[in-house]
């Protein structure tokens, strides 16, 4: 059974940090592009970060210079380090597991950035 678990989110103010965590088991978590998507009220979710099996980072242009992603593949789990926040970064965030033929999803965690 794939489980992908998400933890750390929380509320934070404005330009504070937080790290988010995502352990998988169920999976060879090494043959897997793992990401990150969020998703705000009304919206649909939307990109955020993914770090491909080499450890290749990719991120979108709203958290560039702002968020990290990171990946442990000894403990099969994958970081989102998340800086200067603000309130429009405020949404459930998920984490993925992907390859070319499998697609695996957490059940978020939510993030609020409000003073």
Do not use: H
């Amino acid at each position: 059974q794939v489980q992908l678990v998400e933890s750390g989110g929380g509320l934070v103010q404005p330009g504070g940090s937080l790290r988010l965590s995502c352990a998988a088991s169920g999976i060879t978590f090494s043959l897997y592009t793992m990401g990150w998507y969020r998703q705000a009220p009304g919206n649909q979710r939307e990109f955020v970060a993914t770090i491909g099996r080499d450890g290749n980072p990719n991120s979108a242009g709203s958290v560039k210079g702002r968020f990290a992603i990171s990946r442990d593949n000894a403990k099969s789990t994958v970081y989102l380090q998340m800086n200067s926040l603000k309130p429009e970064d405020t949404a459930v965030y998920y984490c993925s597991a992907k390859t070319l033929t499998r697609e695996y999803w957490g059940q978020g965690t939510q993030v609020t950035v409000s003073s």
